[in-house]
């Protein structure tokens, strides 16, 4: 089948980085192209050359038979190529509507903006999404999932012949993902083609025709996805053989550390629950079911409207995420770019963020050599891939930034350490090493929650696990009653009172 795309031999660097040394890619009309490799290996740099937003040092790019190169991101969407990247893109201030049509906004006859037609055509845009919000709504009061959704509308609206999706699905609900899905399949009947760029292997085996698999910047294999098998994909991209997933040790857990007893505030709707220590409690849940909120109310960072919270013996209080961090609690968001990373700031300054006091001697001024180890031993631990240090963290690719996240939190040794969708855009290799790393915390008797919408890392990581459905909880299963779907009933409120443990 002759592509609409292909791209060879691609090859392109930045200071003390080979981004993509070696990168091919093609994509066909009527199918999806999933673009696969580990947190760095160069996939969302291949489509920033491809769209024009990098030169390349060399290679080829043809497009619809003929040798190109696109001056710029404006360039390859007027000649049919639409991308959403893997951060989001849109002006927080202006409407659903404004963010779409940006810089195109319809004129009448009189030459005046159309604002109506804007609307209007905008409107049907979120419609053939399944969107509840209408286009008039500002683009930040929207969740990050309705945020993404936009991004999908306005890359809808240039009725692009190549379409590419860089992690499209990490904001979005199960719905969400099924209304993407739907459109995908719409898109194929079409005739487009489409580059889906995802971490989640259930995903590239449910929507993706094609694979083509990415490592250290070089093109590895191009197969029919009906050919392989996930075990064999993973090789592929971590080039070894990643056996047992999720490296449970099994421990008994301590004494109890944490009580918390009929915990209200928004969102949340009288919660209680305990936390032994060395123990790894998950908490499950549908997107929206009040997870975050729970943890949010725990740590400090929403009002607690009832309830208490014992830690080591002590009642405490939690008024600010400075409240919870002083009384060892630790939260890692899982939006870390509205609270978590300093995007300008180096690598090292945003590992030791948190942790400063750790490193700060008694008369003023820092422990450099301390830090300075500290850092390098996570760096190593994780591996994260970066040139030093020193670089900005907004220029690691976005796997390696969450990798940044989560040391962070762990640098300040709390007692009780909150993991919000850990390993959300982690590749599956570091997801493992993230596990190990999260087992030896365990082992040390350190207290975890683990919040996850990803249901295997749930089941294979957890001792004990909580289900909640609207705010409240709807279910507690010990490691061994729990399964996918006694977690599934539970989420959608289907309570039974025989899986109770308590
Ligand atoms: N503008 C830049 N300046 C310096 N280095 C960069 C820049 N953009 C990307 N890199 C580096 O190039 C490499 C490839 O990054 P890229 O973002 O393409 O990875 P990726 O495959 O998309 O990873 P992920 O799955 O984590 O999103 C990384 O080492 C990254 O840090
Ligand atoms: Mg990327």
């Not at 943890?295 to 008024?319: C, D, E, F, Q, W």
């Not at 770019?337 to 003023?364: C, I």
């Not at 690691?396 to 855009?425: F, Y």
């Amino acid at each position: 089948m002759q592509p609409l795309l292909q791209l060879t031999g691609i090859e392109k660097s930045f200071p003390g980085v080979k981004a993509l040394n070696g990168a091919s890619l093609a994509v066909y009309p009527g199918r999806v192209m999933a673009l696969v490799g580990e947190n760095g290996a160069g996939k969302s740099t291949m489509m920033k050359v491809l769209t024009g937003i990098y030169s390349k040092d060399a290679g080829s790019l043809q497009w619809l038979g003929s040798e190109v190169t696109f001056s710029g991101p404006k360039a390859s969407q007027e000649a049919g190529i639409g991308i959403i990247h893997q951060e989001l893109n849109l002006i927080p201030q202006l409407s659903v509507a404004e963010n779409i049509f940006l810089g195109r906004e319809f004129v009448n006859r009189i030459g005046r903006i159309d604002w109506k037609k804007m609307y209007a055509e905008a409107d049907a845009l979120l419609k053939r999404l399944n969107l509840r919000f209408n286009s008039h709504k500002l683009v930040g009061d929207l969740s990050i999932g309705d945020q993404q959704m936009v991004e999908i509308a306005k890359v809808l609206s240039f009725e692009s012949k190549v379409i590419i999706m860089d992690e499209p699905t990490d904001a979005l609900t199960d719905t969400e993902t099924l209304s993407l899905f739907r459109v995908i399949n719409e898109l194929k009947a079409q005739g487009c083609g489409i580059v889906y760029i995802s971490h989640r292997m259930k995903e590239i085996f449910e929507i993706c025709d094609d694979v083509t698999v990415f490592r250290d910047g070089q093109f590895i294999a191009e197969r029919a996805v009906s050919d392989l098998r996930e075990e064999s994909l993973i090789e592929m991209m971590v080039g070894r053989k990643l056996e047992d997933q999720y490296p449970r040790i099994d421990q008994e857990p301590g004494a109890v550390r944490l009580t918390v007893e009929n915990l209200s505030g928004p969102g949340v709707d009288n919660v209680s629950f305990t936390l032994r220590k060395g123990e790894i409690l998950g908490i499950s849940g549908l997107m929206g079911a009040g997870r975050t909120e729970l943890m949010k109310v725990l740590y400090g960072a929403l009002p607690r409207t009832r309830g208490s919270v014992t830690l080591n013996g002590r009642t405490i209080i939690t008024r600010s995420p400075q409240d919870g961090l002083a009384n060892g609690i630790v939260y890692i968001s899982e939006d870390r770019k509205r609270d978590g990373l300093v995007l300008g700031m180096s690598v090292k300054e945003n590992m030791s963020l948190t942790a400063l006091r750790y490193f700060s001697r008694a008369g003023g001024g820092l422990k450099h050599a301390e830090e300075q180890l500290a850092v390098g031993d996570f760096i190593r631990l994780f591996n994260v891939k970066t040139p030093s240090m020193m670089q900005p963290i907004g220029l690691l690719s976005g796997g390696n930034q969450q990798k940044v996240a989560i040391a962070r939190g762990l640098m300040t040794r709390p007692d009780v350490l909150i993991l919000d969708e850990p390993t959300r855009g982690v590749d599956v290799g570091a997801k493992k090493e993230i596990y190990q790393l999260i087992n030896q915390f365990k082992a040390e008797g350190l207290s975890i929650i683990l919040v996850s919408s990803e249901m295997p890392e749930v089941l294979g990581m957890s001792d004990r696990i909580l289900v909640m459905h609207e705010g409240h909880l709807s279910g507690e299963f010990s490691r061994e009653q729990a399964t996918q779907e006694s977690l599934m009933a539970a989420a959608v409120g289907k309570q039974h009172s025989e899986d109770l443990v308590v």
